[in-house]
């Protein structure tokens, strides 16, 4: 049976439909350009991630990688168990400052994502938008052995067994749970590849960019955002 | 609360009723008559506080159990009242309109053992799993490590070792298997 009349719910969505700052308009770009804009739909780019080439000076490339492993900015994204180990870390017992490890609440300021014990499918799909929103270079830090192998999740219909088919893993912690000690460790050995620089996982994510989505939609069954979030 | 109790059973004709503890009881009750108690509990008896609803798999029997956990925080009383429903077809009357959030349990237990629940609001929508088109997942039938192998990625090489023997050959490699009995301890 289809009811005649609008509940408020509907009246109001039609209303913001027809309202005049949701109309489609002309507007003028900051370089001239005169695009069409339509504000009740999502824009987004479907430009291919591109790899980040390194300077090409040797020397400039060495200090900027100096400079890249002494400012790690985390994402303050938990997942799993691990995500406790996290707090500790900036208390003035442990102190990650002393190492330039600082949290950030969006990605787009962030450089390292703490991937923080068992990943659920559910959860994959937001890492992925997040680690994506990411900028170059970044580096992925897996902690637990859940990341590795599945850990004591290992034959769970909702958890991950390895976190490295679905976004490329820099630096594995091993652990049930790994203390913040081990932790810093990890982060120190994060700063050893950068300062070498081997932290290039994040060119690889790009090289075998069909390789890596073919894995996430494998299991991720309601894809229902754009190949490349960025 | 015995007389309580007993007032339940002459009203509702309990099938089953165990004394789990002094304050604590577990009531057995056919379907029909389950949702029924839960409202004259809440609305009679002062159970104001529902804890959680819960289900087992009863694979053998061919029967899901709800349990709905009741609280009576003035007497510190706890009920709970149990009802078997079909396996097959599984359905159960919603109770969302006494607590707000038994939609919340309910959209779980749809997702997770297939229990349809009428009329609850957005029964329908994920809960956890999301986009699944298997069988759900905490029914007995379901094979949770076929479907990991056949999923995920097993990394290779994974050992499970018997811990008693694994930490005997790593700790007292020497030792014999089976400890020696003093005679004078006899």
């Known amino acids: 049976m289809i009811d005649d009349k609008l509940n408020n719910k509907q009246i109001e969505d039609v209303s913001k439909f027809f309202a005049p700052e949701n109309k489609k308009r002309n507007v ?101 938008r997040s680690y994506e929103q990411m900028q170059n270079p970044k580096y992925v830090l897996a902690l637990g052995s859940c990341t590795i192998n599945g850990g004591m999740y290992y034959d769970s219909y909702n958890t991950i067994n390895r976190l490295d088919k679905y976004i490329p893993v820099d630096v594995y912690v091993a ?19 950068i300062k070498a620089g081997k932290a290039e996982n994040a060119n690889k994510y790009v090289e075998n960019f069909d390789e890596y989505k073919a894995n996430q939609k494998k299991i991720i069954n309601d894809w229902n955002m754009p190949d490349y979030n960025w | 609360m015995k007389n309580l109790i007993e007032r339940l059973h002459i009203k509702y004709s309990l099938t089953d009723i165990v004394n789990q503890r002094d304050n604590f009881v577990y009531l057995t009750i056919r379907k029909e008559n389950a949702i029924d108690l839960v409202t004259y509990l809440k609305d009679y008896e002062g159970f104001s506080h529902f804890v959680l609803l819960s289900c087992v798999d009863w694979i053998e029997e061919g029967k899901f159990q709800l349990s709905y956990f009741l609280n009576q925080p003035n007497k510190k009383f706890d009920i709970t009242i149990r009802t078997m429903i079909d396996r097959e077809n599984a359905e159960m009357q ?23 629940f009428p009329g609850s609001p957005r029964i329908e929508e994920n809960f956890i799993l999301e986009g699944w088109d298997e069988i759900p997942p905490m ?14 990625f097993p990394r290779e090489g994974r050992i499970t070792y018997d811990p008693a023997t694994y930490m005997k050959d790593k700790l007292y490699p020497n030792a014999p298997i089976t400890a020696k009995v003093n005679k004078k301890d006899e």
């Open chain 1, 28 to 128: 003028e770009t900051p370089d001239g350009q005169i695009i069409e804009v339509n504000p009740l739909t999502d824009y987004f780019s479907e430009a291919r991630p591109k790899v980040h080439e390194p300077n090409s000076s040797k020397v400039v490339e060495k200090f900027l990688n100096w400079a890249r492993a002494e400012s790690l900015w985390v994402l303050g994204f938990g997942t799993g168990c691990g995500s406790i180990e996290i707090p500790p870390l900036l208390t003035p017992r442990f102190d990650a400052f002393r190492f330039g490890v600082q949290m950030r609440p969006t990605p787009r300021q962030s450089n390292v994502i703490i991937i923080s014990g068992y990943l659920a499918v559910k959860t994959l799909k937001r890492v992925i």
């Open chain 1, 175 to 193: 652990g049930c749970m790994p203390r913040p000690e081990a932790l810093l460790a990890g982060f120190m050995k994060l700063k050893e590849l």
């Open chain 2, 94 to 116: 919603s109770a969302h309109h006494l607590w707000k959030h038994i939609e919340t349990y309910q959209r779980e237990l749809r997702e997770m053992y297939g229990i349809n």
């Open chain 2, 139 to 152: 029914r007995r039938e379901f094979d949770t490590k076929k479907y990991s192998e056949k999923t995920f």
